[in-house]
């Protein structure tokens, strides 16, 4: 059986090469799984059919042998089962790759993302100028934990994981700022995880689906 | 061996009950598996030591025979592992309890928290007030999907996981607002979920713990 991905079949440019799909497809990549794209557009996104396989509607959803996964995080961990280089065998390294896995997903990328709401959907609105001052507050320190227990290792648990596929991916979204730039152990970590092949070969694939839809009208 | 979970001797009376050691606490009584508690305070909570357990000197890490884990999520999952009643064996239910344990941390709380936020430490103040329309309406629509997926259901899959444990005490922490009480069968679930004897017995040691520490000067 083949594992399949779903992403969308086209997003505006501000979200290109940010679509959570691109994480499996990372994972994937890693360990060589060969997996199909089923694309979805608006329309399937919006129908109950697919709300029952997401609650929300959106992507990646992963089948595999008739298992059905949504969540990038719980996609990752099902992938990481499938071999030892995503997921360490050793039971303290895996207990670690675990941590940093919801790590990522809820003790760095809630913030990221709520700078992310701010940046994209509401710049220069008088909430988001007011709020900014707290908000970095917390983030400054999220970060600089982070970047105390990376140190100078390549990567969260010994070898590259997938705990380093989600907090890499969380932690590009702050390209846009100096958030990354004033700490160096973290844009040097971001940038040798995004530096893999595998993730070269993710973000092109899911970069040329939105080119194989761009829609006529926006010519 | 036996398995420690690491509280805090003592929080302030707007965090009791909602300090996350209760969601490892309510797994180990789900199983009747006897932990042992390791109460830290501010001291050691800052010290160098903890942060190698724990990146931002929180709770709870779990201890459990020289494995080290640290985020709710992952010790939820980590328990699971020991126990089929609350992460199930079969794989199709497997894979959504995996789903729904990352849903709860990374799809709903997030919102809940920034809600929090604004209501416990901001209220009043500006940029809480005019950041909260939007910010409901991305939560009225995780809540709604949520309440979709959960149905005429008792649990999230089947019956009762760590995926309802984590999404529960998600949930709870809106129990100030009236989004619960707006959609009955939510509210229905987490009375459900905290009406167990488990959750009950987590909740009464999490707070013994702070009554055996009160400090004498608040008195």
Known sequence: MTVTITAFKWVPEFARGFVRDLRPRWACEEI???????LIGQEEQASASYRAEQPWGQVPVLQDDGVHL???????????????RLLPADLEARAHTISWLFAAFNSIEPWVFELGTIMLFAEGEEWAELRKPSLLETLDERLDGLADALG????????FTVADIAMSSALRELERTTLLSERPILAAYVERCTAREGFKKAMA????AFDRHEPATTN
Chains 1, 2 share one sequence.
């Open 205 to 208: 694939d899911q970069l040329a």
């Open 32 to 38: 060589g799984l060969a997996y199909e794209e089923r």
């Open 152 to 159: 100078d290792k390549d990567y969260l648990v010994g070898d």
């Open 70 to 84: 949504f969540e990038s995080g719980a996609i990752l961990m099902h992938l990481g089962e499938k071999d030892e």
